[in-house]
């Protein structure tokens, strides 16, 4: 049997909804078939101490130069955090990036910011996710 690709994904997120990030990893992880690195920006990295805006951005910046794929949760609160805009900016213009946007979990309304920059919207389902990231890094 032939080996599984490994994608390399950036999950943003905002630590104020820190339990949709966990869930979204821990539907990654159970994924059958599918193999990721994970270079999100974990809680307790040095970056969030940095000692201003520009240098917080270059962290990110830096941060997310290996991955393949952006995954972004589309709630409402995206619409308003100002380092989602920023990460976006950086996937799409910075280094042309493919961006799903996931829709939380039995959530109808979605962050026009994210869903206007993403390649895909996705439910908030395993396949659907794994799928999305499948066709935009193949």
Same mark, same amino acid.
């Given at each position: 049997m032939p080996s599984l @690709? #490994?994608?390399?994904?950036? !999950? *943003?997120h905002s630590w104020s909804y820190g339990d949709a990030y966990e869930k979204l990893v821990a539907l990654l992880?159970?994924?059958p078939n599918f193999r990721y690195g994970n270079? #999100? +920006?974990?809680k307790d990295n040095p970056v969030h101490n940095a000692p201003n805006v520009e240098a917080l951005y270059r962290a990110i910046k830096n941060q997310? +130069?290996?991955y393949n794929v952006v995954l972004i949760m589309a709630g409402k609160y995206a619409t308003y *955090? @100002? %380092?989602?805009?920023? /990460? !976006?900016q950086i996937a799409k213009k910075d280094f042309d990036k493919p961006i799903v946007a996931i829709r939380p979990w039995a959530n109808e309304q979605v962050s026009s910011v994210v869903s206007e920059a993403a390649d895909?919207? +996705?439910? %908030?389902?395993?396949?659907s996710i794994v799928a999305a990231?499948? /066709?935009l890094d193949p």
């Open positions: @690709k #490994s994608r390399n994904l950036f !999950i *943003s992880d159970a994924a270079y #999100s +920006v974990p997310m +130069v290996f *955090s @100002k %380092w989602i805009q920023r /990460e !976006i895909r919207l +996705v439910g %908030w389902n395993t396949s990231i499948r /066709e």
